[in-house]
Structure formats: C-alpha cells, structure tokens
C-alpha cells in the first residue's frame, strides 16, 4: 500500500527500505536531503515538505512519522492533524510516552483523523531481521494497515513455533501484535525495554562475578583468571541462559576480551525510567529494574554527596577515616 | 571412551543415554533399580554397587556422579576415593559448591587420583538439544576425558557462529569449556544460574507490570487488557529481549494464559544464594541477583515480622491503622 | 497573629490548639461541626463556611489549608483564591505534590495572592512535641508568618544543640525552615518521608533476620531464640542505630512482642513514590528508597502474576514442580 | 570486680577506663606499651605478657580481649584457654563472627573454661555515654559479669522509659542484654551494624535526592539548591526521621556543607557482608540492607567490567556509542 515515513534516522530509512523491497509505495521526507536522497534512489519518492508529502499520497493517507520522541515528534504530529483530511491515519513508530498517544488520540479524533502507536524492536538489525512490532490503536485502523506490519515484520522464519498456541492471532507469531487502544503499543514497548534494562544487568553482574573471582579483594589462592569471551560463548549453546542479548555480548567480548575499548559510562532513555513509574503507579514492585536503571545512573557519576555524607557519618561515630 | 555414571535421575538418566548413542561404553549405577534397568537396556552395563562399578571399568578408570548435592555426593566421592587406583578419575557432575571442588581435589591428591567437576546447563532438553558444560580439573585430565564431553555438548548446531572469534578455543562453541583449575566449573556454573535468577525476574517484573495496568490500582480510563500470551510470543520475533527463558514463558503462557496452574511459591537452590556470597567476597555490588533472590524467599512467605513490625510503627507516629 | 485553619483533621485540630495556647487568634472550619466546636471551645471562633472564614479575619488575611491532599485542597485552593483580596497568603499544609505548589502560585500570582507550602512531620505527638515545619514560598511572606511557625516549631527543647552552627539561620534549630521558592517546602517533606521509608525498613528488615534466627529453614543446632522487644529497648542505648522510629518500634514491640495485632499490610502515601518518581528525575541512585517503598507494595498481595511466571519457566527449563 | 583487657585500641582503652573510674581493679596488657603506660597511670595494673595477665588475676579469672577480629582474636583466644584454670572465663568484646564463637565455646568446654561474646556498640563515644552492649554466654557466667556490664553500660540516664515494658528484664533498659548462647550477642550485634548501613544509605539517598534538585539533570525552572545543613538541623527537631545517624550527619553537614572534606570511597567491615549471608541462610529479603552494602562496593570503584559489558550490548543491538 501506499505510506509516508517522516524521518529517516537509522530507524526510519530501514523501514522505508523494508517497505520498499516489499513492493509497498513509499513517499518519504527528511530534515536533511542525504537520508532522503539515497531512500529516493532506492525506489521511494521524495518530498520536499510535509505539505508535498501529503499531496503525493492518494487519501486515505498513510503517515508514519519516526522522528526523535519528544518535542520533535509532538510537533509534527500537530503539523500533519492540521493538514491531513478525514479519515486520514498517522501513525506514530517512535518511542513515545503512552500517556502522549492516548492524549494525541483524543486530540485529533473531532478530525475524524485516526492516530496509531507502534512500538518497535530491532535496532540496526531490523532491516535485516524485520521488526517486532508492538500497535495500539483502533481495530478497523490497525487491520487496514495490516499489508505493512506484515512486511515490516519478521514472519515465522526458522525460529521454532510455540505449541499450544491453537487459534490464537496469528500475527503474535509473525512478529506483531495489536495490543490495544491508543498508548497500548507503546505502553507493551515500554514495559519491553524495562526488561531489556534488567536482562542486561543481570548479564552485567554475573560477568562482574565473573572476572572478580580474579580480583585483589581474595585471597591469591582462591582467585580464578576466567575467559569472559568462551564463557558467553560456551552459554550461547544449550544452556538456560541464552539470549539475543548474550549473543551480543559474546560478539563484543570475542572483538575485545576486556571491553577496554568502552568505558562503562552507560545511558538510559525514557523507556526505563517510564517503566518505573508504571510501576509504581500500579504498585507492582520491580526491583530488578529500578535496580537496572540505577546501575546505569550510577554508571555516570564519579562520587555521590550521599557516599560522603556515608564517610562523614562513619567519621561522626566511629572516627572511621577514609582509606587514602 | 569407557564410563561409570554414578546416578541416574532426571540429568544422570539422559547423560548415560546421549553417551551411549554416542558409543561410548557406558556403565550405570543407581540406588533404586527401575532407572538402571531401563538404560541397561538402551545399551548401557548395569553395576550392582561401587565395587562393580570399579570391576567392570578398565583402568584408568572413569566415575562420574551425576548425584544430589551436598551429602549423599560428599559421600559417593568419599567411598570411591578409598577404592579407585592412581590414576583414575572422579568427576562431579552435580551442583556442588567450587569451594568443595577446591577441597577435594586436595584430598584426593595423594592418591594419585584426578579430579574434575563439571557444571552443566541443560536440565531436561540436554538429552536432545546437548549439554552446556563447564569444567574444572588439571588440563591433562580434562583434555583426555574430551571425547566424553564432545559428546555430551550441543556442538555447533545451527546457532550461528560468533563472529571475530578467530584462533580461540573451538571447544567453546560446541558447547564446552575448561573454565580453569578444580572448582573453576563449578564456579562458573554457579555464576550461569544466579544470572538465571536475575533474567527470570526481570521478565517476571515486566509481565507484572503489563498484567497490572489492568489493575483496581488504577482509574478506570487508564487501564489496559493485554494479552500476555500474544505479548511473550510476539517477542520472540526480532525484539531485544528474545531469549530461551522468553521461548519457555511464551510456551507456558500459550498453554495457560493465567497461569493458575501454579500458585507462585518459588522455589531456589543453592547456586542463587552461593552467586550473592561470592559478590559479597569479591565486592562486587550484585543489585539485581540479590533482588532475583529474594523475590523467591518472599513468594514462599505470607506475611513477615518485618511488615508488621512496619505497621507497629506508623501506628506509633502516626496512629495510621491497616486496611481492613 | 491571626489566623484561619481550614480542616481539622488530627493534623489540623492540634496545629489550631498549638497556636491557640500560643496566643494566636484563630479562626476555625470544618466539614463537619464536631471538631470545630471542640477547637472553638477551646478559644477558637468558628466559621460556618468559607465566606465567613474570610469575614473574620483581617487583611492581609492569612489561610491556612489542611486537608487531604489531592482534590479536596486542590478545590479549597481555587475557591479562596476567588475569594481573598490582594496581599492575603494561602498556606497549603497538607501533602501536596511540590509540583502542584509551583502551578498553584503561579496561577494566583494574578491576583495578587501569596501562597506559601510547608511540609510538616510530627503526626500524632506534634500538639506536644512541636511540628517540624519545611516552608516554600516568598522571603517576605514567609517572613511576615514568623510568629505562626515559631510557636507551631519544637523549639530548641533539651536536645543538644549541633556545634560548629555558628551565623547560621537560627531557625533550623527552633524546628523550621525556609527552604526555598513555591514547593520547596513540600518537596523536603517529600525527601523526609522518603527516607523515612527507608530506615523503616531498614528496622523491618533486621528484625526479620533476628526473628527468622529462630526459623525451621535452619538447622536446629543453628537457632536462637531472640527477644525482640529486648533488643529494641537496648539499641536506644548508646548504640548507633538509636532514633525516634526505634524508640517507637520498642513501645510497640513492649506492649505485643509478637505484634500479632497487625497482619502485615502496609499502606505507602503519595510521598514515598513521589520521591522515586523525583529520584529518576534527577538521575540520581535510589536503590534503598525504592525497595522500602516496593517492600510495601509486596506486603498487600497475595502472589503476583510474576511469581506464577517463574514457576511456569522453572517446569519449562527443568521440569521443576512447585512445592505443595 | 578484677578484670584483665587485652588490647588497648579506641574501644579497648576507653573500656578499660569506663572499668576504672567504676572501681573495677583492672589489668591491661597490649602490644605496643604507649596505650598500657597511658591506661596504667589512670588506675590499671599494666601486664606486660598473657602469662603476667594471667598471674595477676585472681580465679576464677575474668580476660575481656577486644582485639581487631580475626586471627588476631583467633589466636589470643586459643592461647589464653591453653593458660587459663578451669572456672575462669574469657570475653570476646570485639567484632568476631558469631559462628566461631560457637566454635570456641564448643572448643574450650572440655577444659571448664567459659566463654562470652561482647557486641559493643557506641564508638569513640563509649567512653562519655557508656556502650550498649549484646552478650551471648552461659546464664550463670553471664549474672557472673553483671558488675562489669553494668558499669560499662549507659544507665538508665534521661532518655525516656518505654511504656509497658512491665517485668521485663530491667537490664535492656541499661544498655544490655543477655541475648542468649554464646554467639547470640555477636549476632545480634552483626544485625545492629546491618541496620547501620541501611539507615544510613537511606540517608544517603535521601540527601542525595536533596541536593541534585540543583542538578543540571533537570530543566532550570524546576531546580532547588537547598541548604542540607539547615535540613539535616530541622530534621532532628521534631521529625519521624530524627536519629543519632541524623545528628552526626547534621554536625557534620554544619562543618563542611558540601562535605569537599570527605572524596565517598566508603568502606564496610565484615558484619555488614555476614549480616546478608546471616538473610540469605534464613530465607529472609533484605533488599535495602543489600543495597547498602553493594552502595559501599560501588563507591570503591571507578568503572565495573559489567558497566562495560552493557555498553558493548548497546552497541551491539542499537550502534549507541557511549557520550564523549
């Protein structure tokens, strides 16, 4: 079908290509031509601003907008529900805040404009792999939109089918669900990113384990020299631990044993801390992730106040001095 | 090669098996005869005690226990220790704690007899997919005992290769390593399982907090009704966070979307609460393994002094009393 | 000086009688008339309705809000706001979200109005023992209310003065401060009851592993049989861990050293998950306060839906039934 | 009563003089003769070997080693119970763990020796207030000791009496008590200094939260820069929060507001570590005592492997380079 992708960062021009190779009519804009310019030799065409987006698709238009979330996003969700006609759909396939789709979803509904929120996993390999895809939004929208999550999408492959699944949507298999109404895509990607947070800092502590057995804080005697990279590889075959995630960390620590070439200041997006606060607000308790998030704060600090507030007290009543 | 296995519950049982299939000369001991005679029919040479497991083995001889940890394992080492030759070999393929490998590869020293421990990854799909292992012991040793585990492993599969591994140890990627000196596998099986602990609760969070946002803790208008089932399958499709653990979790939910076959008291074994020790000696800060941990210990309970004792105090201060 | 208190909450009631006693003259409202006739008999004039509060007071008229945080004072706010002349002060002392403070002074900024936050802690014991207020607002407003908080402050009582004070704003000591603009007030309050949080369950916690010294999950050789009610009584003797919280967990630990009159389910108030939500804000690691705050949440539930999901990957991975 | 201090460190020295200004007839021993000669000329017969300790005590003799845990304690311990005569008892005041305390309870028993376990709690400060004291030991070896305990114990002094403590043991109420068997008061003075960390990382986090509301974290309009002295002053007057860890924290805060004085590498000696295996053997969650120490951990170390390892995830499944 036909379909406008706003923004081509690595995301958006790998959709656009995705959709492209699978025969779809892709009408793409950019910030910057370059992005634009290479997608267009690829087969897509290119407009030159929002309004031109719009007169070159046929209604009712397709807009997937995959822009930075945040104040980016926002505006050009407000940008294209001035423009567009009823019954026109945008699509939002960035990372944002549910609480924004449901309020957006609203916003735009006198306009008789649908509003579509999708989630998407895969980073840099989605082009390849296809895209988990997370969607929320009205039925009879998201079912018209069906041609492109299923090109986007990785479909069955060889990933081995789960039993018992019966009649069950068939699209969960393919790489797709529609999780709800307006936000629930987004809220289903949010919760997914969370989890990646403490899957990886479960990883992170087992190989601080791991490599600590070597360090000075024991005894020589009762110190192991382990080899990080075959220990990840060894766990990639057969054992309870593997993952995607446990792939990519033997691939980094086959290229670079020791990681020397990363220095461990560790950035988190909203996802995370968004997670956190859903929890709360559900009064779920989740300390693995807040745990996870807190790791990588911490990550990006070299000494806290409340560590000296430790020393001072520690000093107040055991006249305990820090070790120099 | 030639090999005693000591032991045939559910991981014993499918160990001897998958030798057997393999050639090797595989002879069995169990406590209770039903296990024994069923892979004695698989091929296997059925022992009456430890004595004719030593009799029908071929110096130098092979032993490994595949028992219960702690004392009934203690014990098989102790009574083939006092009855092998120099020369032979014990090997612990249970769960015991590396500190205990370390102090009996000391013991048995003397008697020229050679100790290797293994921890193993697989639980019950090793039969078919191959074993994990992890393996301690003099290099000697472990290099002589490698038909036996090049059996046992997975093998390369058709999992794909890591890249920029280049000259590195291939025993890795078929499903193998020799982690270091005796207590070494052990320890990083040990580590395997705490990491275990920490994926397992970090999805056991995320799913919460989905299945929460359908929960009398929020406004009406704020809630969804997601499907976990279709949520864990459409994971394993391209996303982040696709994992073995993922894969069982899809499986189980697919077959019982609620999940009320089971009442949510989690069991943990030692290696979760051993991974916690060997932070705390190493200081190294393990957030999200602790939090994996007691999670368990806190499923298994229904309310803690603790708790009350936190009620005790905001009734002091602020004269707040429980819900009713 | 003169003033009105609107709400007489258990808060509200004795911050009236404290500056009653203290001279003030004091106006008082309530929804309901029993506390007001109570308070009035005790030297307060009673307003019939909001109208009537303004009518007999004074200009610059000073209200003071203590109702339940949330809509209730959000609506007493507006409605005073629409009332009062210019240069009358609104003083909300309830446990309103410090962000809500901030929008608050701004919107009757307009008219001229001051509006002032003071968080205060003391519950039950502030009649007695003096509240201990944290202020938001003007310099010169919360200047002009001096008089109010100097008698509603402890005042420097008998406990010893911190030394190397010197010039310092000598009314941190008499028991208030002035923290900063609009919300600053409440948003140390909002710390305060964060970190409350967490050496309650610092306390919970240890208390736990004293009592569970006596549990079946230890060898019986390993038991001891511990007096609570003792222990408690002794650490508010000399030792490090001494404070008001202990002091309250020995009163009640005296009277049930059991304390089988409390179940176990503790409720948490807005503060402590606001200081979470404040603690990712600002990216700063807050692994204590968040696991208090999630103890909580824990302690009113039966089992989760996660616990389930462990259960259903430990029979997935190792055929691993629960205990019954 | 005559009493022989083996180890004249911070704690030992002011035991000893606590004895002597109680009309105790104390003898002292320690390695180095400065603090022996110091201690000798305020009252105490100075030893100058065990053997002389021993020769200057009258049976049944009464040796109190405060000695730094660990083999030092070890040894002494074992060379006095091969010097000491049936009938004499010997102390352990220092921060040995409980379990060797059985152990040597167990070991000395055959030559009728008795032994006691001192937790000491009170710091450099011991000496002014008196310590508060844990002891585990025989009933009657205990009574026994009474004179000593009840000298070096606070006393009664001005802190007010918890109600309803009725008939029960008046000894808490004086700083001591006799917890149970031998070990019983090292553990349960481990415990107190488990809750020692987590107060004061509640603390920590806390003050933490306080001071980066002036962080460049946050957008310029919702940033606070808060005075942490005057907040940790306010706190102690009439707060749930208020402590002895408070009053330290707010000495300290008024000296050096932004504690530039102290760089936040901070240390934990054993009890904190055994108070986590102490929760981990019982089944108990103790997550905020944990995450005290694992903040403890963190503080010591520039950058984890872990950290290390989630960057080179991110990499892997995103490109993301970490900020330069």
């Given amino acids: ?12 021009a790998n959709i656009a290509r995705r959709l492209i190779r699978g025969k779809h009519e892709v009408v793409v804009w950019n910030r910057s031509s370059g992005p634009a310019e290479e997608v267009g030799k690829e087969g897509a065409s290119v407009a030159k601003d929002f309004d031109d987006v719009i007169a070159k698709l046929k209604a009712p238009r397709v807009v997937w907008i995959m822009l930075p979330a945040g104040q980016v996003t926002e505006e050009a969700v407000k940008e294209f529900a001035g423009k567009l006609s ?7 396939g960035g990372n944002t805040h549910y609480k924004d789709d449901v309020r957006r979803a609203k916003e735009i509904e006198p306009k008789q404009l649908h ?17 988990c895809m997370m969607i929320g939004g009205p039925d009879a929208i998201v079912k ?17 089918r789960t039993p018992n699944r019966g ?27 969370g989890i990646e947070y403490g899957l990886m800092q479960a990883y992170a502590e ?22 990080m990279a075959d220990i990840a590889e060894v766990w990639r075959r057969g054992s ?15 290229q670079h044993p020791t990681l020397e070439n990363y220095a461990g200041e560790v950035s988190d997006s909203g996802e995370g801390r968004w997670t956190i606060e859903a929890a709360i607000e559900e009064a779920v308790p989740a300390n693995v992730l807040s745990a996870s998030l807190y790791a990588r704060f911490r990550s990006r600090k070299e000494h806290t106040f409340g560590e000296r507030l430790l020393s001072a007290m520690r000093f107040g009543f055991g006249g305990h001095v820090e070790p120099k």
Same sequence: chains 1, 2, 3, 4.
């Fill in 86 to 92: 009823p019954g026109d759909i945008i699509i939002d």
């Fill in 115 to 131: 509003y579509v929120d999708v989630g998407t996993s895969g980073g840099v390999w989605g082009l390849q792999r296809g895209y």
């Fill in 167 to 193: 009649n069950r949507d068939s699209r969960a298999e393919r790489g797709y669900i529609h999780a709800g109404p307006a936000g629930a895509g987004h809220f289903v990607k949010m919760v997914h990113n």
């Fill in 206 to 227: 087992g190989f601080d384990i791991l490599k600590g057995k070597n360090s000075e804080e024991l005894p020589q005697a009762q110190r192991y020299n382990l080899d």
């Fill in 1 to 12: 079908m036909q379909i406008g992708i706003v923004g081509l960062g690595r995301m958006g």
């Fill in 144 to 160: 018209h939109l069906d041609p492109v999550f299923d090109t986007l999408a990785p479909g069955l492959g060889d990933i081995p």
């Fill in 240 to 254: 309870v631990v593997s993952s995607w995630l446990l792939d990519l960390s033997a691939a980094g620590l086959a």
